[in-house]
């Protein structure tokens, strides 16, 4: 049975705690993905939202009386546990985030062997089972339980072994680097690796207490202090992610924080320079990637928005790097999620080889990004007819591209709304795309 106001999809379990997710549908749901998955080791992990040790409970009493062993690493970035499910051959894992939703909202984002997301079609095989029968271990049988608080550490080294992450070129030019981690579950975690990398951190809102002190999204217009500190000069590079730790957004000195399409094309041309491989982004990315893959002579592919669409693509074509464009990089050789903190080393990986100067060498886009509520089902069938021109693709919500712009419209995955991107060389051109977007949902029927 679905319950109203739950979100189930490929970017996990979510819903406002008490309106939604409750301990009821927690314990289903969970009970649901570890019958699917298997039995085994599962680690488990959370964001600082304060309401994260009851759902980090419910979900550990859950595998426990499924006759799984458990390993809580506490307040952990998603990355890193996805990594760890990786490295230690894991079962799986469950994440207790709801990333950059307000602080009212918690999620379960499911992790199966390997270190990866379930897919769209994995998603519905996972939801047919919470009804149950459920196979509950006998007393004998309920599974173990350990901590480990400082796991994390071993993701810090081993980004730092990548050949990739040039660690002495780093190192050379003393980069004075500030932090801001939404006091989220990076805050220790990211800090650390830049001290590894040689530089200066200034930490801002790096602590696990009184999480969100200002709007979660790492988006420039909720970065104040990080964007006052990059527009001064006190500070060479700016990073900023999200409560999860899986989405990056920088900045650099004497010009303020940069859109978070910046992010995923940036690290692609530090790791196109050391070896060649095609690309994947989602629909809803920048031309940014495109162009950058172009100087490297390697293809783009383009997957579905949502993190696991985006590495199932991945796997399909034997991409070398990828990710989304909301600033979410993801590099297979390391790991096969967003995860700001290869982001972040990539990045200045790239920056102490070819300076800030490298920003320069891509062209000028504008992006624009706007939501409407969802009424009903969204029908793209419906929606088609009315944009016409371009190359069209029906893939994932409705997506036209023309020579140097696109649009692209789609239901999130993780909220009732409708999105609609459009990117041109020109602010004006992209907002006519999104005004014709808007248009076309009207005269569909579907706002």
């Known amino acids: 049975m679905k319950v109203k106001n739950l979100l189930f999809s490929v970017s996990g379990l979510r819903g406002i705690v008490g309106d939604g997710l409750n301990p009821l549908n927690t314990v289903r749901y969970t009970a649901a993905f570890a019958s699917w998955n298997g039995k085994g080791l599962y680690l488990l992990g959370s964001d600082t939202r304060p309401h994260g040790d009851l759902f980090i409970d419910l979900v550990k009493a859950t595998l426990r009386g499924l006759g799984n062993d458990v390993v809580d690493l506490g307040i952990v970035p998603t990355p890193t546990l996805l990594y760890l499910v990786r490295k230690w051959e894991a079962q799986g894992g469950i994440v207790v985030t709801a990333s950059h939703n307000p602080i009212e909202w918690n999620a379960l984002k499911f992790v199966k062997k390997g270190g990866i997301f379930p897919s769209a079609r994995e998603k519905e095989e996972i939801e047919k089972g919470i009804d149950g029968p459920f196979e509950w271990a006998r007393w004998d049988e309920v599974g173990g339980f350990l901590e480990d608080f400082t796991a994390w550490t071993e993701h810090v080294d081993d980004i730092l072994t990548s050949p990739c992450v040039d660690v002495d070129s780093i190192k050379s030019k003393n980069f004075k680097v500030a932090v801001d981690a939404v006091n989220g579950a990076a805050h220790e975690a990211l800090p650390a690796l830049l001290e590894e990398l040689g530089t200066g951190v200034v930490r801002l809102n790096c602590s696990p207490e009184s999480p969100f002190p200002h709007k979660p999204e790492p988006r420039p217009e909720n970065l104040v202090e990080l964007d006052a500190l990059l527009r001064a000069g006190s500070v060479d590079v700016g990073f ?145 007819p009315y944009l016409e021109g371009g190359q069209m693709s029906l893939e994932d919500g409705l997506y036209v591209r023309y020579e140097n712009s696109w649009a692209h419209i789609r239901p999130s995955n993780t909220e009732p709304i409708i999105r609609v991107f459009a990117e041109a060389e020109s602010a004006e051109e992209a907002e006519g795309l999104v005004k014709k977007a808007e248009d076309a949902l009207k005269r569909a029927g579907l706002l």
Request: net charge positive.
């Open 240 to 384: 900023a992610v999200d409560p999860d730790g899986d989405r990056l957004l920088l900045g650099i000195t004497g010009r303020g924080l940069l859109s978070e399409e910046y992010t995923v094309p940036l690290a692609v041309y530090s790791v196109l320079m050391r070896k060649k491989g095609d690309v994947v982004v989602n629909y809803s990315s920048s031309l940014l990637t495109d162009r950058v893959a172009s100087k490297f002579g390697v293809k783009v592919h383009r997957a579905r928005v949502g993190e696991a669409n985006v590495v199932e693509k991945m796997k399909e074509v034997g991409a070398l790097i990828g990710g989304e464009g909301n600033g979410g990089v993801i590099f297979p050789e390391m790991n096969s999620a967003r995860d700001s903190l290869v982001g972040a080393a990539l990045i200045l990986s790239l920056f102490s080889k070819r300076g800030f100067e490298v920003i320069d060498e891509l062209p000028q886009y504008h992006l624009v990004k706007k939501s409407f509520p969802l009424r009903g089902e969204f029908q793209v069938q419906r929606l088609a």
